[in-house]
C-alpha cells in the first residue's frame, strides 16, 4: 500500500482540488493501482536479475525469432529451452552470439559471458547415462548465468562406490544438482552425506511404473534426507536456475 | 489330461460296455474332470509344504477359531497374520501352544518348533524405525517355516554408512528382505552389495506423496539393481513366506 | 557430537591422557550407536552440521525418549516432529530444556540457544489461516538451526493485495518459504517478483480434488516462475531445514 | 406431465371410446410420451438458441459435410471444432461462407453474421503465448454466437503487473474466459480482482506433472475465488459457448 | 464496508470534518486489516461486491470470532462454510443475528436481508436425496447475495420423466445449479433442455469407483451439452456465489 | 403399482364407479409422489418389473421410514441397500413384514414372497470368506426379485480344485455372480469354463496396491474370457438385480 | 469341434471303424493344439458353444494366419478382433470365406452363417458418432455367434428425446448394448426406461478428462440404475459376446 | 566400520606420527572411506557373480559400443537389453561373438556359454501369445547367466486345462516365472500349485483399463498365493536375473 499516495489523494480532496466522486473511485481501485505503480519502473533483469527465459515447446521458430529481437535489443543473454534442432537452424540464420545443444535441446544467446558471481561451485550429478540430456540443460543454465558448474555422470546407487570416489566435489559444491530416472534414490543417498542444500531432477527415464518420471519424482520428495529441494520431471533449467538463486543470494 | 482315463474310456465305448452318448457327455467336461482327479489326493500341505495361512483382517474371531480347529487337526503349525489383540485374546483362550505377537500383529499356533530346513541365513532389515512392525511378521513368518532368521533395524539410506556395518550379515545371507517407507531406496542400494535374491518391501510408513506406500513400492519396482523382487505394501508375511519357499526349495 | 568434541579426544590420545583401545571404541560409538529398535547416527552432526531430527510419527513415547537420551548425551538441541501433545507430555517428564508446540506439533529440546548463523533472514509466509500449523513448523526448525526468520500469514492470492504491502520483507529475505493449499498458486506470484530462492511447500487444506494437498504439490512443481524449490506435503520441517541449509551454506 | 392428455384420454375410457386394454398400454408409455411430445415439435435451435456444435475428431471428412448440409438446409451459422486442415480443405469445395481457422482449428460457416445480442463485452485472456490456440476457439465460438469479444494474451502470474496493465477490460467485461496451463494459477488472481463470473479453462501446456492439463483444471477447480466456473481441459469452445449463455440469457 | 461509507468519509474530508491524517489511517484498514492468524480483506466488498466469506474446516471457533468481529464492524451480510454445529454453538453465544443451517453446516450473519438485485430465478436441483446437503449450501449461498432460489429435489436420471414433470422451472430460470454424485448424469440431460448456463455440482455421493465424487466431477466435465460449468466436490457455497455473480452481473 | 392396480383403476373408470377427475389424480401421483427430500417413482415397478430400491447410505432413518410408508402402500416389496443395524432397529419399530440381514446390511421388507419366475438357478460364488457379505446382498436380491439361488463360498484361485468340485452348479445355472476381492481373478477362470454369463463382483477386501477394490475391478474389466459382466465395488445389490433381469427377462 | 464331430469319433469307435489308439490320439488335441506361440483350445467350442476368438493385436499376420488354419479345421466359424486392415489383406490370400470389417476393424471367417438360436433381438445403441466403429464390433460379433440384431447409432443425452423416438426398439430387445464415451451418461437413461438387462461399452472418445474413456466406464459402474452390466473400455467384441451369452443362455 | 584403520590412525596420534589437525580431517570423513575402502578391491563380477547389464533404451549405438568394448576388455559376457534392432547392426559390425533376439530386443554377446551352474530348472511360461517377447528376454538372461531354462507358452486361465497338461514341469522347476498381460491371473493359479518361488511378470499387453500393464502388477501384488515375487511391467531381463539369483544362491 502506497502511503504516500493515499495521503496526496487526500490532500487533494481536502482542498477542493479532487471531487469526492472521482476520489471515491480511485479508492475503489486502490488495490490493484498500487501493485501496478510498483511495477511500472522495474525491468524483470532488475528485479530477477535476469531477462525472461523463452520456453520453446508449443511456439513455431518465427514466434521465437520475434520474442528474441525483443529482449536482444536490451539485454546481454536469453535462453531458449525444448526446443528441436529444426527450429534452432532457422534462429541461428537470424542471429549471431547464438548457440545450440542438441542433448540440453536448448538455445544460449549471448553477446558476452556473464561474469561469474556465485559464492561457489554447482555441483551436477547423475544416476545414469540417459539422465544427461538433462543434466546439461541444468548446467548450461546454471553456467549463463554466472555459475562455476562442475559435473559427474553415472554414479547411481546400483553401485554406489562409484558415487564416494567423488566425494571431494560433494564437499566443494555450495548447492548440488542431482538427476536421477527410474527409482529416484541418489539424491537421498546424497544429501545424507553433505550440508549444503540438493535439488533433485526426477527425469522420465525408465518404463513400467516409472510412470513417465512420477515415481522417481515422488521417491525425491519423500526423501529420508531434509535438505532437499525437488523441481519437475525433466526439468533441468529450473533446477539450474534455481541453483542459480541459491549460489548467488 | 491323462492319458490312461483317456484310453480306457475309449476301450468302454470299443467292446460296448460304455455307450457313445454317456462317452460323448464324459468328454464334454473333460478338462475339468482331468484337474478334479489330479487333485483329489493331494492336501494343500503336501502340496505347497505348509499348511493354509489365515488371513484375520475381516473374519470375526469365532470364524477364525473354527479354520484353526479344522486344520490344528491335521497340522504341526498354523498362522494367524492382521488380527488385531483384542481376537487374539478370544483364540487364546481356545487353544494351548498359542503365541500373539503384537507387534506384526500375528498369532503363531504350534504344537512343536519345525526344524531349520533352509539352505542358509535369512537376514530382515529395515530402513527406519517405524516399519519393524513391517520386518516382524516377516522374521515370525519366515521362522515358523522353519528358517533361520537374523535382522538389522533402522539403516536407511540418509546415513549409509550404518548399513556397510552390517556387511558380514549381508554377505552371510541366502535371502534378504529389504523393508523400507518413505521413498523406499534401500532395496537398490543393498541389491547393489549382494550376489543373492532382495525381497523388497514397500511399507505405508510416510505421508503425503507416499501415497500409502505406493511410491516405495514403485521405487522399488523400478530399482536399478536386477536381483529385487517386491511384495505388495506392508506384506511382511508374503516377504517372510517367499523367503522361505526361496531358501527351501 | 562436534568439532570442538573431537579436537578434544584427539588431544587426549596425542599427549596420553587416553589409551588408543578406549579412544577407538568411542569412535567407533561417534559414528553410531544401535539400541535394538534403531541406529543413532551421531556422525550426522559432524558431517550435516546438525544432529539427527526424529520423525514422531508411528514411534512409542519410550521409544522416542530412549533415542534422545542417547542423543542429548552428545548434543546441544534435538528436534522432534509429528508428535502428538499426549507423548509430549510423557517426554516433558524425563527432560528438562524441552519446549512443545502444540501448532507445529513439535518438541524442541535445546540446552542453550544456537547463534544465529544464517547469511540473512528466511520469511515464511502462508496463503490462508488453515496453513499456519505447517508454516509454524518451518519457522520453529529453521530458527532451531540458527536463522532469523520473519513470518506473514493470509495473504492468498484470492486478494492479492494483502500479499503486496509486505513487499519489504520479500524484499529483505534470502530465502521464502511460501506455504499454500488448495490451488497453490501464492508460490508463483511470489517467485515472480524476488531475486531469492523460494521454497514452496504445499498442504492439505482443501477439499475434492484438492486431492490431499496433491494439487497444490503439482502446481507448484508447474511452477511458471523459476526460482522455486518444493518439498513434500504439509512437508514444514523439511522446508525449514532446507532454508536454513540454504542459508547457512 | 401432460395433464389435457391424461384428461382426454380417461375421458374416452369413461364413455368407452377407448378401450381398457389399449389405455392401459398407454398409460405404461406415458412418462415417455409425454417427453416425446414436448420435443416433437421443438428443434434444438429453439430450445437452445444455437443448432448443433459438429465435433470434428473421429469424424470423416464425408460424415462431417453430410451432417452440415442437412443443418445448413434450415440454420444461419454451424460450428465444425477439432477439425484438421487437411478435413477443412475437403468440407471448403463443398460449401461457400466457411472460414477455417488454423490455430483453433475450427470451421465457422456463416450465411450471414449474428446480430450482437449479449448484454455486454466478453474478455478473453490467457497467461502463455502457448495456450492461444485454445482462447482462440473461445473468441471464435463466442462471436459466431453473438457477442462482442475483446483478448488479452500473455499476461500469467509469474510477472503479474502485465495482467494489471489491462484493468479496464477486466472492469468492463460482464464474463472473463481464463485460459491457462502449467499450474493454471491466473483465474484465481484475476477472479479475485472482479465482480463477475471467470470462465477458467485449464490448458494441456506444460509437461511432466502438469499431467496433461490435469494439474491445472484441479487448481483451478480449488481457487480460492468463488467466482470461477471451470471447463474441460482445452475445451476453448465450451468456455465460448458457455460465456455466450452467460452473457446471452 | 461499501460504497456509501466510502462516500461518507470523503465528504468529510472534503468538507473539513475529518483530517486528512485520520482519513489516510482509516483506508489503509479499509483495504486489509491484520489480526495476526488472518488478514481481512475489507476491499472485498467494494472490489467484488460481497464481504469476504470465512471457510470454517481448520481454524477454531475463537479464530472464526475474531475474524467475524472485525468484518461485521463494516458489513451487513457474513457467511461461515463447512462449520460444525459444536463451533457453531459458541459462536452463536457472541453474535445476534446468526443463524445455523446444520444440513449445510453454514453460518449466515446477516443484520438485515439484502435485496433482491438478480435478473431473475436460480434454479437448484439434486439427482438423489443424499445430495441435498450440498444443494442447500447453494441455496442458502445465493439466497444470502440477494437472490431468488427455486429448488426440486431426487429427480435424477434413472426415473427421468421425475425430471420433465418440473419443466417450467427448468424454463424460468436464469441460471439453473444441478447437484449430483455417483454418475453425475443429470447436468447433462438439464443442459440439454435448456438454453441458460448450468452449474454442475458434484458430490461424494457413492461408493466404489464414484471416487469420493471424482467420477461424478469427470462425468460433468466431458458432458456433451456445451452450457455446462463445472465447481469442485460438494463446493455447494462455490456454485451458489457463481450462480449469484452471474444472475447479478 | 402393477398392471393389476391399473387395470382395476381403469375398469372402475369404465363402468363409472371412478370419476375421470379422481382417476386423473391417481394416475399423476401413480408416476411420482413428491415428499419434498424425494421424488417416489411408483412408474418404476410397471416399467422395470420391481418398484424402487431404497439407497440406506446417507439418509436418516425418518427419511427412509417416510419413502417406506409411500412406496408399502402401492407395492409388495421393498429393498433397502446399505442400512446399518441401529437405522434398522428405527425402522423395524414401524412396520411389520421386514427382515433386516446384519451381514448384507440389507432391509427387505416383503408382505409376502414373490413367485419364482425365473428362467433357471442363480449361482452365487465367492473367491474368500472376507467376500461373503457382498454375496449375502446379491443372494438376497436375487431371491427377493424371484429367483432361485444357490451360492458356495471361499473357493478363490490359490487352491482352485476347491472350485472344480462344485462344478455341477456351474453347468446348472443361468447366471453365475463371482465375488471377489484382492487380484480378482476368479470370474476368469469361472468364465472360462462355462458358456452363461457371469457377472463379476469386486470387493474392496485386501490392502496395499489392492486400492480398495480398484485392483480386483480392473482384473475383471481385463479378464480374458469374454462372457464376464462387471458392475461396481462392493456392489451385491447391483450383481443380484442385473442377474435377476438377465433370468427374468 | 463340436458335438456332432465327437459323436461321430465315439461311433466310429464302437462300430470299429476307428482303432482306440488313433482316437485317443484325436482326443488330445481336441482339448488343444500346441504349435510353439499357441496353445489351440479346441475344447472351447465345446465347453463354451463358441470357438475360441484370436486377439489380434501383437499378433505377426503369420502366427494369425497358423492359428486360423488349426481351428479352421475343426470349425464354421473364426471371429479375429483388433486386426489392421494391412494385416487383413494378408490373411485374405490365405482363405476364402473371409470378410473384413475395417470400422469394426475385425475378420469374420464363416464356412456358412450360424442358425440363429437366441431368445430375441439384441439393440445396440450408441451416444455419438464417433462410438459407432465400437458399436459395430458388437453388432458383427453378436451375430457371428448367431443372434438377431438391431442398432440405432447418435442417441446422446444432450438431445435426449431422439433415444425415447426409438422406444419400440428398447421395449422389443432382450438385451440392449449401449455404447458411449465422454460422461458414459446414456446407459443409465436407457436402464431407467427398461426391464431388460443393458450392456454398457465406455469408449475412448473424448479429450482432457475423459482419460482414455475412464470417465465413461466410472460412469456407468457407478449408474444409479440396477440393471447396468460393464466391460472395459472400447471392448465392443466383449459386448456383443456377452450378449450372445445372455440372449442364448 | 574398519576397525584396523581406526587402530592404525589412533596410534599415530598416540605417537606423534600424525597431527591431531589432520586426523581430526580423516575422522570426518570416516563414514565414506570405510565404503571406499570396501569396493576399491572389488570388481562388480565378483560381488554380484555377472558384470553390468547394459539398458539399452536411451543410449546411442556409440555409447553402447563405447561402454561394451570396456566390458568386453574383462568379462566374457555382455547382455545389452531394450535395443533396436537397427542399433544392434551398428553393434554387430563392431564385435564378433553377438547375437541379437529381435523378439527379446537384446544383444548377448559370448565369448563363450557359461557353465550351468544353477540348482535346477527355471520354468518360463506366458499366458497369450502376445506375452512371448517378455517371456523371450527371460529365457534368453537366465540362459546366459548359467541356467537351463524350459518354456511353455500361450496357457492362460481362460483354457485352463491348457496349463495342466505341464503339470510335470510345473513340479520340476526351482523357479517359475509367470508372464501375463491384461488381467494377470495366472500367476496367483500356478502359486497355488507349487512351492517353489514363482516370479511374476505383468506385461502392457491389454488395452483401457489394463492402464499399460498396472492392472497386472496390482493383480499380481495382490495374489492370494504367498510364493509370489513381482518385477516391474514388460522386466522380462529383471525376471530372468531374479530367477537366476534365486537358483544360483
Known amino acids: 500500500m502506497n ?7 487526500l490532500d487533494s480532496v481536502a482542498n477542493g482540488r479532487l471531487s469526492v466522486q472521482k476520489a471515491q473511485q480511485d479508492l475503489v481501485h486502490l488495490a490493484m493501482e498500487d501493485i501496478d505503480y510498483a511495477h511500472i519502473d522495474h525491468h524483470r533483469s532488475l528485479r530477477k536479475g535476469f531477462p525472461e527465459v523463452i520456453f520453446g515447446e508449443g511456439k513455431s521458430a518465427e514466434q521465437i525469432i520475434g520474442i528474441m529481437k525483443k529482449i536482444a535489443a536490451q539485454e546481454e543473454v ?6 528441436s534442432e529444426q527450429k534452432a537452424l532457422s534462429i541461428k540464420k537470424q542471429f549471431s552470439h547464438v548457440h545450440y545443444d ?4 536448448m538455445i544460449i544467446y549471448q553477446k558476452s ?12 550429478i547423475t544416476a545414469g547415462t ?5 543434466a546439461k540443460e541444468a548446467c548450461l543454465t546454471a553456467e549463463a548465468t554466472g555459475n562455476v ?11 554406489i562406490h562409484r558415487l564416494f570416489s567423488h566425494k571431494s566435489l560433494l564437499e566443494e559444491a555450495k548447492v548440488i ?3 536421477a530416472g527410474m527409482e529416484g534414490a541418489l539424491p537421498s543417498v546424497v544429501a545424507g552425506l553433505v550440508r549444503c542444500p540438493v535439488i533433485a531432477v526426477p527425469t522420465s527415464v525408465g518404463y513400467g511404473v516409472s510412470l513417465g518420471g512420477l515415481t522417481a519424482l515422488f521417491g525425491m520428495l519423500n526423501s529420508c534426507a531434509s535438505n532437499v529441494a525437488v523441481v519437475n520431471i525433466d526439468n533441468g533449467f529450473g533446477a539450474g ?9
Not at 536469453?78 to 526446443?83: D, E, G, K, P, Q
Not at 561474469?115 to 555441483?123: E, L, M, N, S, V
Not at 558448474?149 to 553401485?159: I, M, W
Open 3 to 9: 502511503q504516500e499516495f493515499l495521503r496526496q489523494l
Open 78 to 83: 536469453i535462453l531458449v529451452t525444448r526446443i
Open 102 to 105: 542438441n542433448q540440453a535441446r
Open 113 to 124: 559471458a556473464l561474469p561469474k558471481t556465485g559464492r561457489g561451485t554447482i555441483a551436477v
Open 130 to 134: 540417459s539422465d544427461i540430456p538433462v
Open 149 to 159: 558448474v562442475k559435473s559427474v555422470f553415472d554414479v547411481g546407487v546400483a553401485g
Open 177 to 179: 544438482i542431482v538427476v
Open 241 to 249: 536456475f534455481l541453483a542459480a538463486s541459491i549460489n548467488q543470494t
